[in-house]
């Protein structure tokens, strides 16, 4: 580097030009090692004015940050929070994995609640059992039903009925016949005597009911009843031996209370008097037992039908049946094996004829017998006629207490 000659007013000859770029000594540079070396060069402010800045501030250090930079972004670091431990997420991971076993565990029942009645109605066997149009009563408010026990033995095998005590093939005959109605007013079970003396068509006068049904079937029993009643029945629903002994087991038995003791070997019936449970078989035998109903026979045994079918609803439809999935699944399937509806009869309707079954006694309903006026369950003309117009107008809240009676007999 060269020298600049003495005497020009810059460092004294021999020292080198301050290079300011490069830290080395030159002119108008102070020399290396002074304390102005570092010194900072004054700015000027507005007016011109060099300004001092403060030579002794220190400026505050900044954390690094993982970028490297001494400014975290955003704004001024805070203390980092630590990770909680792993055990605390556990913790707080298990409410959430048992709602959700809870959650699957609904579903899984809901679907179960809903495919076991359709998969039910699946199997339910469907006849053409309603007459044609023609000399038919007009439609009525309400719903009616005729309710069949069928006393055929199709379904039964040999050794099942010899145990029940059915008897062998006999062809078809009905055991029960009873007619529910729904509507506005109270739900109504009304029994008819199988050896009603009534008019069939075809077959002229002087017939008991019964026939009707083994000589046309249930077309045939139904346009007997319609004629007789002037009442419209717009569903048709018949049981069997087997499927009624199947539903009375599928919901673990029911309470009949025999008012005597009865003994019947035919039906193979033995027990004591007074309320108690019995299971299908004997409440099949405490139904259809002909011998041991001495003081009203027929009538008594209808009374005993009633209670029996409706013990069956009450208990069908009890909270238990949904909250044990094994005795909902088993009624849903020996009801199924057990019923025969009429073609155009919905799961809907047959859902109704379930619930009302339900409420047929005390204040929620009525059960009734036929009007007679003897024991030969003759039909009494002025009573009954006045009873089958109030089901016809779909008044059961307006029928008085002597008319609706358990035997059908007048009261007192």
């Not at 016949?177 to 079970?189: A, C, E, S, Y």
């Not at 199988?194 to 008991?208: H, M």
């Amino acid at each position: 580097m060269a020298e600049r000659p003495p005497g020009k007013g810059g460092p004294e000859e021999g020292t080198p030009e301050y290079d300011w770029l490069y830290g080395k000594g030159g002119k108008g540079s102070p020399p290396a090692g002074s304390a102005d070396a570092t010194r900072m060069v004054p700015t000027r402010g507005r007016s011109g004015e060099p300004e001092r800045p403060d030579e002794t501030r220190v400026m505050p250090a900044q954390p690094r940050t993982s970028s490297g930079s001494g400014r975290p972004p955003g704004g001024p670091t805070r203390p980092a929070t630590p990770a909680p431990p792993p055990r605390a997420e556990k913790q707080r991971s298990r409410p959430r994995f048992r709602f959700g076993i809870v959650k699957l565990l609904v579903l899984v029942w809901l679907v179960f609640m809903l495919a076991v009645p359709f998969w039910a109605w699946s199997k339910v066997d469907k006849i053409d059992a309603m007459p044609g149009d023609e000399g038919r009563p007009d439609e009525q408010g309400g719903n009616t039903y005729l309710i069949v026990g069928s006393d055929s033995r199709d379904d039964l095998t040999e050794a099942e009925r010899e145990e029940l005590g059915t008897g062998g093939e006999v062809g078809q005959r009905t055991d029960t016949i009873m007619l529910l109605h729904t509507g506005d007013g109270p739900n109504m079970l009304m029994s008819i005597p199988r050896d009603s003396i009534v008019a069939i068509p075809g077959y002229g006068e002087g017939n008991k009911v019964n026939a009707a049904f083994a000589y046309g079937g249930p077309q045939l029993l139904i346009r007997t009843l319609e004629n007789e009643t002037g009442i419209r029945i717009d569903d048709y629903i018949e049981i069997g031996f087997g499927g009624f002994v199947g539903m009375v087991d599928a919901v673990g038995g029911v309470q009949i209370c025999p008012r005597t003791a009865m003994k019947d070997p035919d039906a193979n019936l033995d027990i004591p008097k007074g309320c108690q449970e019995a299971d299908g078989k004997t409440a099949l035998g405490y139904a259809r037992s002909r011998k041991t109903y001495a003081e009203l026979g027929d009538i008594d045994r209808a009374r005993a039908q009633r209670e029996v079918v409706s013990a069956i609803g009450d208990k069908a439809l009890s909270v238990w049946t949904f909250l044990n999935p094994v005795r909902y699944y088993q009624l849903a399937m020996a009801s199924s094996g057990s019923f025969s509806v009429s073609e155009g009869t919905s799961p809907i309707s047959l859902g109704r004829f379930a619930l009302a079954m339900t409420r047929v006694d005390g204040d929620s309903g009525l059960t009734c017998g036929v009007p007679i006026q003897d024991l030969a369950v003759t039909w009494d003309e002025e009573r009954s006629e006045e009873l089958f117009s109030y089901i016809r107008e779909d008044d059961t809240a307006s029928i008085p207490d002597s008319l609706c009676t358990p035997s059908g007999m007048p009261r007192g």
